[in-house]
């Protein structure tokens, strides 16, 4: 990552900005809006809950017209909005911009999407595993109901939520094996219930009626949350990008795809962030969302290097695994299933044999059945940098442990499992919060971070997404937004 672009006093531009040492001058400037208030004031319209699909979308309200100007092109390289990442973060906060009101927006990403953590997810939209006691709660509710929303939307198009988005309603269970488990489980139910969300325990007996292939033991039960959904991460990003591409042709949107962000633009005459430098580009945006999740703090770091500002958004890389099998005909599953040890990552941990303690090693169960019919199975978490690496120990890890829940895992030879497995590995934006960043740099109004959602990022993307939107347009959020600042986390 080359070193920060950082604005230098001139008599002649507001535009000069400094890389790698040598000043250059960018003479393709940024229209200079007049807003009532905030950053875009009150004049840009806005639609709440826009759910845009197949490239249709509600009528938008009249575009209002500011004197002596045209209205910005993608090919301009002048945007209104600039977001730096394309996991499901950055792109449905591209497409509630596109959606919600008449701003133009520009997507930039080192890679191409589904490259970091959205494409290795599992791709469950369960509550059952939540607290309701969180400040994550109202945020994750939020958004499940917004991307139930969504899928009915497309049904009601005449199209299958599963094509589209991958999505299928197949209800979660939260099991566990020990009398201890059971008591925490029905008390997990009873938050839930109360919280608003239909869960149920189940005995063994119970569980097994419904989940038949899975084994607690005689002490274990589980929690039931019938409602709870899951899609493809593949599909639904795939689908996203297609709502935002349809808004290419009025020049409101655009991609730029295999170009690392190496500096920022700060304006000399505001103090703001005016642009974003690529390794082709140079973007100009009256707002900037930082959405690179693990890598949102190497990235702020390297953009701040050498100014003033103080920020360390402490977002660390979690590297987990998951296995698929494609067509394991030995084990059928009814609905998404998870161990209790995952909701506090303890669980079934093994030392890695490292002095580092923050490298210990955390395996929990979860499996899926995916649009395609392939078994799921994970899942890891360990801090190892940014090593994307198959570590085949762990994979073996996470099949044991499948295999004490699953005894038809156990059937096929490891020669067998080793042989047709596929393993995925992602990292995932960990906060030691455990909640994510929402909201602007402080000291900076026209830069947001959305980052930090550790393994929630398919979850709560459309949430996050309407939050985002809101700040920037000066709007009230839907969900309390104090909880997500960057304000006395990021330092």
Known sequence: MSSASIAVNSPSSSNHFIKDGVTSVNVNRLCAFSFESGLFGSKIPTKKLSLSVNGTRPTRPERISYSGLEPVKASSRSFDVVIVGAGVIGLTIARQFLTGSDLSVAVVDKAVPCSGATGAGQGYIWMVHKNSASETWELTKRSHQLWKMLAETIRDQGMDP?????????????VGRTPEDSVMLRKRVSQLSEAGVRAEYLSTDELHSKEPAIYVGTDGGA?????????????????IEKVNRSFAPEGRYAEFYHEPVTGLVRSTSSGEFEAVQTSNNTLYGKAIVVAAGCWSRSLMHDLFKGSHIQLDALVMPRKGHLLVFENFNPLQLNHGSMEVGYVDYQNATFPLGLDDQSQTLSVSMTATIDMMGNLVLGSSRQFAGFSTEVDDSIVLHIW??????????????????????????????????????????????????????EGGGLSMALGTAEMVVDMVLGNTTYVDSSPFAAEGRCC
């Open 162 to 174: 599963l094509q589209v988005l991958g999505w299928k309603k197949t209800g979660s269970l939260l």
């Open 223 to 239: 929690a039931f949350a019938p409602d709870d959904c899951q899609l493809d991460a593949h599909q639904a990003v795939s689908y």
């Open 400 to 453: 044991k442990r499948a295999g004490e829940f699953f005894p038809k895992i156990k059937e096929p030879s490891l020669t067998d499992f080793i042989k047709n497995r596929k393993v995925r590995v992602g990292l995932r934006p960990y906060m030691p919060d455990g909640k994510p960043v929402i909201g602007n740099v402080p000291g900076l109004s026209n830069l947001f971070l959305a980052t930090g959602h």
